[in-house]
Nanobody, 125 residues
Framework: QVQLVESGGGLVQAGGSLRLSCAAS????????WGWFRQAPGKEREFVAA???????YYTDSVKGRFTISRDNAKRTVYLQMNSLKPEDTTVYYC???????????????????WGQGTQVTVSS
């Protein structure tokens, strides 16, 4: 079993930056795919970014060019660097992971086995 803990959320002005972290603990499988999702009240959970074990990344169009997903393998920590933040980025962000050796990282909520509790990101106008 893998446990994930997000951190790094907070309040930032529009145009600013935040870096979210997702630290994994517990049982390790050696290879994992990582994902970031977000969910606003009353809305479905939305895919944001994903990273395969090979380093291949995939982003939703609304964040492409602004957000970057990366991983420190030694620390088993995945990051989401968020630049040029917009008020519409305001919501709760969740990290996710699944044991995977696929070159294409999954982008659907149901494909991930492990989830963090979420961290709030608020972007003011």
């Amino acid at each position: 079993q893998v446990q994930l803990v997000e951190s790094g959320g907070g309040l930032v002005q529009a145009g600013g930056s935040l870096r979210l972290s997702c630290a994994a603990s517990g049982r390790t499988f050696g290879t994992e795919a990582w994902g970031w999702f977000r969910q606003a009240p009353g809305k479905e959970r939305e895919f944001v970014a994903a990273l395969s074990w090979t380093g291949r990344t995939y982003y939703t169009d609304s964040v492409k060019g602004r957000f970057t997903i990366s991983r420190d393998n030694a620390k088993r920590t995945v990051y989401l660097q968020m630049n040029s933040l917009k008020p519409e980025d305001t919501t709760v962000y969740y990290c996710a992971a699944v044991r995977s050796t696929a070159t294409m990282p999954p982008s659907h909520e149901g494909e991930y086995a492990y989830w963090g509790q979420g961290t709030q990101v608020t972007v003011s106008s």
